[in-house]
Structures are given as structure tokens and as C-alpha cells.
């Protein structure tokens, strides 16, 4: 399992990022070897002219102590990378 802050990406003056997770297994099968994977957002993280935040992609808000959690440092990188 691995967690990162996908790129940050700016439309229409709003900056959008991901927190992302990335699975990968393989199962032994017969002679050979199965595997699979998986790619999935963890929290949209948002900066508009109201402020950032961080949603679940279910829609809920996702407070910094939570996003921490999630992936370590991906708060501070974010917000870094607003203007001033």
C-alpha cells in the first residue's frame, strides 16, 4: 500500500489535488502467479477564494488531524502551493 498527493491541478482560479492509495497483491495460482491492483482517492483536497479544505469522496469534510492520518505531510504540501 502506498499513500501521495497526486499533482495539484488549477481550473477557474479553484486548485484541486488528490490523496491517493495504491494496492498491488499477487496470489500464487496453479503454476503461476496472479496479480491485481488497485488505484483509489482517499480525499479531494481543495483552495478556493472561501479557503482549503479536504473532502472524503464521499462528500465529507475531512478535518487536518484526519488528513494527517491519511498521508503524513499531504496538509502542509497542499497548502504550500497556494499563493500567499
Not at 15 to 32: F, K, L, N, T
Amino acid at each position: 500500500m502506498t499513500r501521495w498527493l497526486g499533482p495539484i491541478a488549477t481550473a477557474h482560479g479553484t486548485r484541486y489535488a488528490a490523496v491517493m492509495e495504491r494496492r498491488v497483491a499477487a496470489h500464487p495460482m496453479g503454476s503461476g502467479t496472479f496479480g491485481n491492483g488497485a488505484l483509489e482517492p482517499l480525499a479531494i483536497l481543495i483552495a478556493d477564494g472561501t479557503g482549503a479544505r479536504a473532502i472524503s469522496p464521499a462528500g465529507v469534510l475531512i478535518n487536518a488531524a484526519e488528513l494527517e492520518e491519511l498521508c503524513p505531510g499531504a496538509w502542509a504540501d497542499f497548502t504550500a502551493a497556494l499563493p500567499a
